[in-house]
């Protein structure tokens, strides 16, 4: 049998009671380890978290708060390593890509770690400046934020379970928030290694981080008014959190973080071979590959000018067919698995979706994996798909197939390209590429409004930019509709959802006493 991993709730590690489920190395097959909560006392865990977790962490100031990220980047940097190898194992990635999900924690943390140091020594946060509330100046409003008085609950897709644990938990913490973190079960085993880290090393007051590694079965019926949650997932997972009564009637706060068909767009008059035009078909391929595809924020549509369309096709299918797939510890593999067997069927079912509206412009599913047998490991080529008619190829502006696959749709004129653009129904990026300063700063207010992070690749930029996909911490993650409508990072505008915004109506001398 493997070994269980045990839950940290409570203040203490406590394994789950039934016979746990197996987690799988997705290449070679595999299991490695088993996570189990059945039977463990959700009510206990919520009510320390809350109670023990949220107190402790209330009395310490932001720059207190701060410091606790920062010792737990100290902690990280120390176990890195396993984390590398935990990874490989577990998400069947090869270093540069595990590095996203790892890297990427830790450098997020490290910039909250910064901004909430500079935030001082202060328990509320002001927010404005006093209003009078008529024409006497004696009587004025003032709003300021407090720390919400309960647990931030995390759900985490599976594709980052490090960037996702710590993405939320970061400004959570630095709020005062106790996070209870509950990880995809098919990846929990690095998110569950990193608390086990952190707490082993007593960085953080008890109760401040929970990990429950199992079942989700029962965590929302835990959630009281004042707590929150943060999902990141499908967008049916989403409508069952949205609908439950605690977020439905209880008016627990809930940020939702779910599927997006992303695009990139080639401004009109980018020839093939412009500086623009290779700036794309870079990113593209960078795109479908990196993860295997498996980014929330991976280019899934790719649209250019009709009179490039074949030329597109051909340099980005001329790429892809350097990418070699297969086994993430043989260091000639560019690209490793999908996360799971299971998320192989649902690649293969979604592209014989997209392929009955759509054209094979480039079929990587054709070439042999290096190191890894097909009927075992999770590995699959890249597939760029094209379709000449854009509009009427519904489905490429609908399904969102979770892997190394993208398709290429030509527009007419900027109006048609933006319109496609929204096609998406509300997404998280879209990326610009272009020369032309003004028609690419217009192009980006026009999609705004259904993107949560327009991405404008310039060739002054070329090496600057920081990837169509890669999250910054600095930059706004989420977008409406279809995306979720979700809001997170975005410097200190993450620590909005975890607390309380509230008017102080009263004298001057009393909001002077408020000390904010
Ligand atoms: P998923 O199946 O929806 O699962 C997401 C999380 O929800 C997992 O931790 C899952 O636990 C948990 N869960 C499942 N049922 C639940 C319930 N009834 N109540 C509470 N929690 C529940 O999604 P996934 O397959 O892991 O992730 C892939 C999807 O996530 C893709 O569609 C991708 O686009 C999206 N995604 C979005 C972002 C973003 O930031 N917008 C980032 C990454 C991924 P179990 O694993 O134990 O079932």
């Known amino acids: 049998m493997t070994e269980l991993l045990t839950n940290y709730a409570a203040g203490r ?38 109670q023990q ?85 004696a009587f004025q409003s003032q709003h300021l934020s407090v720390p919400t008085q309960g647990v931030a609950l995390c759900i985490n897709a599976f594709n980052f379970p490090s960037w996702g644990l710590w993405e939320k938990a970061a400004p959570a913490l630095l709020s005062g928030v106790p996070v209870i973190a509950k990880p995809a079960t098919a990846t929990a085993w690095l998110t569950q290694r990193m608390v086990k880290d952190v707490v082993d090393a007593g960085v953080l007051p008890a109760g401040a981080l929970s990990v429950i590694a199992g079942s989700s079965a029962g965590l929302m019926d835990q959630l009281q008014p004042f707590d929150v949650v943060s999902f990141t997932g499908s967008a049916e997972t989403a409508g069952i959190i949205r609908s439950h009564p605690a977020v439905a009637q209880r008016s627990v706060r809930a940020n939702i973080e779910a599927d997006s068909l992303n695009s990139a767009l080639l401004l009109p008059g980018e020839a093939p071979g412009s500086e623009a035009f290779d700036l794309l078909v870079r990113e593209v391929v960078r795109e479908m590959t990196v993860k295997s595809g498996q980014k929330c924020t991976a280019i899934r549509r790719i649209l250019v000018p009709a009179a490039v369309y074949d030329a597109a096709a051909e340099a980005i299918g001329a790429k892809l067919a350097g990418i070699s797939v297969g086994n993430p510890r043989n260091d000639s593999v560019r690209m490793g698995a999908l996360v799971s067997r299971a998320q192989l069927a649902s690649v293969r079912e979604g592209l014989a979706t997209l392929q009955a509206h759509a054209q094979v412009l480039y079929d990587g599913r054709d070439r042999p994996l290096v190191d890894a047998d097909p009927a075992v490991a999770a590995c699959i080529g890249p597939v760029l798909l094209g379709a000449r008619d854009a509009d009427a190829a519904q489905a490429v502006h609908d399904v969102e197939v979770f892997g190394p696959v993208a398709t290429l749709l030509p527009y007419r004129d900027s109006a048609h390209a933006i319109a496609l653009a929204h096609r998406g129904q509300g997404s998280l990026v879209t990326s610009l590429y272009g020369s ?26 070329a090496q600057a930019h920081s990837g169509h996909g890669n999250v910054m911490p600095m930059s706004q993650h989420g977008g409406p509709g279809r995306a979720g409508g979700g809001a997170e990072l975005g410097g200190l505008r993450a620590l909005a959802f975890y607390h309380q915004r509230t008017a102080v109506q009263a004298s001057p001398g009393v909001l002077a006493a408020l000390g904010l």
């Open 53 to 137: 977790g949220g107190a402790a962490l209330r009395a310490l100031t932001y720059r207190e708060r701060a410091a606790l990220l920062a010792a737990i980047v100290k902690v990280l940097l120390a176990n890195r390593d396993a984390y590398y190898e935990i990874a490989t194992a577990n998400a069947g990635t090869v270093k540069n890509d595990s590095g996203v999900d790892i890297d990427g924690a830790i450098f997020t943390l490290g910039q909250y770690a910064k901004w909430g140091d500079a935030l001082g020594d202060v328990r509320a946060l002001r927010d404005g400046d006093a209003a009078r509330l008529g024409k006497d100046p």
């Open 13 to 50: 590690w406590q394994a789950g009671t039934g016979n746990g489920t197996p987690l799988f190395d997705p290449v070679l097959g595999h299991a490695l380890v088993r996570v189990d909560s059945t039977g463990l006392d959700l009510a206990e865990a919520f009510s320390f978290a809350r």
């Open 436 to 461: 032309d300063e003004t028609a690419l700063a217009q192009t980006a207010l026009a999609v705004a409004a259904s993107h949560g992070r327009v991405h404008v690749v310039t060739p002054d930029v």
